[in-house]
């Protein structure tokens, strides 16, 4: 079992930006794929971004273009850069492991961190 934990979040403007952490426990971290997925008030959580164990990326077309993904195996830890937030970005946001094409996350969900984008 892999513990996931998030941080950076918090409230932003609209057009601001924010780096997410995700540090996973366990030295098997590399192997994995990783996603980002995100919960809005009132609705389903949804994927996010994705990276693989090379490195390769993948993201939904609503974030396309202002959010990275990214990872660091040595520190055991993926992120996520967003830019150019708006107010429909607004919620909390969790990673984990995935697998499949469809991205379905493997272990237990973290605690999340919150985003706000407001005016």
């Known amino acids: 079992q892999v513990q996931l934990v998030e941080s950076g979040g918090g409230s932003v403007q609209p057009g601001g930006s924010l780096r997410l952490s995700c540090a996973a426990s366990?030295?098997?971290?590399?192997?994995?794929?990783m996603g980002w997925y995100r919960q809005a008030p009132g609705k389903e959580r949804e994927w996010v971004a994705a990276i693989t164990s090379d490195k390769v990326t993948n993201y939904a077309d609503s974030v396309k273009g202002r959010f990275t993904i990214s990872r660091d195996n040595n520190k055991n830890t993926a992120y996520l850069q967003m830019n150019s937030l708006k107010p429909e970005d607004t919620a909390v946001y969790y990673c984990n492991a995935v697998r499949g094409s469809n991205y379905v996350p493997i272990f237990s969900w973290g605690q999340g961190t919150q985003v706000t984008v407001s005016s």
């Open positions: 366990g030295r098997i971290f590399g192997i994995y794929d």
